[in-house]
């Protein structure tokens, strides 16, 4: 059974979903676990013994031989403990896996889905939460069985002494459980605030990052920094919270496992005078301070720490499972041609930053070759994501080819445009399976013709050809950048869109690249320029500066942007 987060589970169903696929296991823990108890249900009753028919009536041997019984069971609990934590793995690894599964698989729907942003929170929820509820499931799986049969040993041992013994216990204990669990709604509002605030510290951190040239270009370091820091206060703050309440868990302790051990010293006079021995006061001593009081110190501890993160972390899992990202039209419509209008867009990162494009309207025709040019951190590459709709504007809108590209589902815009970054994606595998992984059906001809045309042939000779196995880390980013390009020109999707990605090439292979890409038939070339020579090779130039932008051809910008000559200046041309 694989774990699906958006199938509506709740977390008490996906907990007893995850012990019910392993019967056996449980059933074998259960066993291993009467074992592994074996020695406090034996503590209190063989040391009462050994002291009223051994040491007290002066018969040493019979004492040492109730303790000789004592250690023997102490060395079959020391098996059964190891065979426990065995068990344990086959019945909470497969879990981890499962949430591992759910979560990835939730952040690429979510990224992947048109409209959506990178899932900054999934970093959180999987190197982080998925591993609090993996180990909190397990211990809490060991603290309540360990609770249900220590409890049953010291209740079945002290009242094998005297049933007296036995209700002087049971009063107490069930009014401490019974205020534990009436103050653990309160306890898991708060656990749930530490997982949000944690989540928020991520998200932000991670979208500052992410934004930081365009974040300095605007001038909003002061902005950014606030709203970091407001979130780590949120946390830090939910976090003391969180510590207060273990205050109510010692309460809970001192009422259902230290006053019956303070009830039987104090009323230890009387029981002796009902006939009580003192070897049975002292195993019932044993019993509760061995057995009972460390057992329910270890229940409570671990329900109102790691149980509640458990549920609530579990609880939040779902929740972000659930979090499908809407589609925003219920029917698909197909782009008549590849024509680029951005139409009143505008979009800024938060909403206290300054605009990165402000009411932008622009119109890319189809076949166009573009270049877009301007200062480092003038936001170009805010506007090729939103050529490319992995962004989302805030006001306006952007259509390819009549249709609102947020009315196209992943794959027909994938169909339709791609987008090669600074960074080239090359993963592990075969030359040809990185060359064909937008377009796996391309034929080996098809391969042929995009390397020569590339001239590639050296590089793939070099790597051994299109069935050799690369290892991405032995590539320099210029082979890389190379292999994501010829990856993109082998597809049939007329929207190619550079964002700085050949900036690794040289000056003579990058013409040779975008010379390539542009004589494309029909297709539309869009080139974020690291050199002014790119912006020389194109058609048409946008110049970005701030959050306006002139466009006009090479000659036109020289005469009429001072910005756009002081570039052309700083590169010799």
């Not at 974040?215 to 510590?243: F, S, T």
């Amino acid at each position: 059974m694989t774990l699906t987060l958006s199938t509506e589970p709740t977390v008490p169903r996906l907990l007893l979903a995850a012990l019910r696929r392993h019967p056996r296991a449980l059933l074998r823990l259960a066993a291993w676990s009467v074992l592994e108890v074996a020695p406090l249900l034996l503590s209190g009753y063989a040391i009462a013994h050994a002291l009223d028919a051994g040491f007290i009536a002066g018969r040493p041997e019979t004492g040492l031989a109730w303790l000789s019984v004592l250690g023997a069971a102490v060395l079959v609990g020391a098996l059964a403990t190891g065979r426990v934590y065995r068990i344990l793995a086959e019945i909470v690894e497969p879990f981890r896996d499962d949430l591992v599964d759910g979560v990835v698989g939730g952040a690429l729907q979510r990224s992947t889905v048109l409209g959506g942003r990178p899932d900054s929170g999934a970093v959180a929820r999987l190197t982080h939460q998925v591993e609090v509820v993996r180990d909190n499931f397990a211990g809490l799986l060991l603290l309540t069985r360990s609770f249900i049969v220590s409890t049953i040993s010291a209740i079945v041992g002290i009242a094998a002494l005297t049933g007296m013994v036995a209700l002087l216990v049971l009063p107490p204990l069930l009014a401490g459980l019974a205020l534990f669990l009436a103050s653990l709604r309160s306890m898991m509002a708060r656990q749930r605030d530490h997982v949000l605030t944690d989540e928020a510290v991520a998200e932000s951190a991670s979208t500052i990052a992410r934004s930081l040239r365009d974040v300095v270009a605007c001038g909003g370091e002061e902005q950014a920094c606030a709203r970091v820091q407001r979130d780590v206060e949120a946390h830090a703050a939910a976090e003391r919270v969180v510590a207060r309440m273990a205050a109510i868990r010692t309460f809970t302790v001192a009422v259902g496992g230290w006053l019956p051990a303070v009830g039987l010293l104090v009323g230890a006079h009387w029981l002796l005078t009902t006939g009580l021995t003192l070897g049975a006061i002292t195993g019932g001593l044993i019993y509760l301070t061995q057995g009972l009081l460390p057992a329910l110190r270890a229940l409570v501890d671990g329900l109102g720490a790691g149980g509640l993160r458990l549920v609530v972390t579990l609880d939040r899992l779902v929740e972000a499972g659930e979090q499908a990202m809407p589609m925003r039209s219920a029917q698909q419509r197909t782009p008549d041609g590849h024509d680029l209008v951005v139409d009143g867009v505008t979009f800024c990162y938060g909403r206290q930053a300054e605009p990165v494009v402000k009411a932008l309207n622009m119109v890319i025709p189809e076949g166009q070759h573009l270049a877009m040019v301007g200062p480092s951190g003038a936001g170009k590459s805010t506007l090729a994501g939103l050529l490319a709709a992995t962004h989302v504007p805030d006001q306006g809108e952007v259509r390819l080819g009549g249709v609102p590209v947020a009315d196209l589902d992943p794959q027909s815009l994938a169909r339709h445009r791609v987008l090669i970054p600074q960074e080239a994606y090359v993963f592990a595998g075969t030359l040809g399976e990185n060359l064909r992984y937008l377009h796996p059906s391309a034929t080996r001809t098809e391969l042929d013709a995009v390397v020569a045309e590339l001239d590639l042939g050296a590089l793939v000779a070099r790597l051994g050809g299109y069935d050799a196995v690369i290892d991405p880390g032995t590539l320099s980013a210029g082979e890389r950048q190379l292999i994501a390009v010829a990856r993109a020109h082998l597809t049939p999707a007329p929207v190619l869109i550079l964002d700085e990605a050949t900036c690794h090439l040289d000056p003579a292979a990058e013409e040779r690249v975008e010379r390539v890409l542009a004589a494309r038939k029909g297709g539309t070339l869009i080139v974020v320029a690291h050199r002014i020579t790119s912006a020389l090779r194109a058609r048409r130039i946008v110049l970005m500066d701030g959050a306006h932008l002139v466009t006009g051809t090479h000659p036109e910008l020289l005469a009429t942007a001072p910005l756009y000559r002081d570039l052309v200046v700083g590169h010799g041309q």
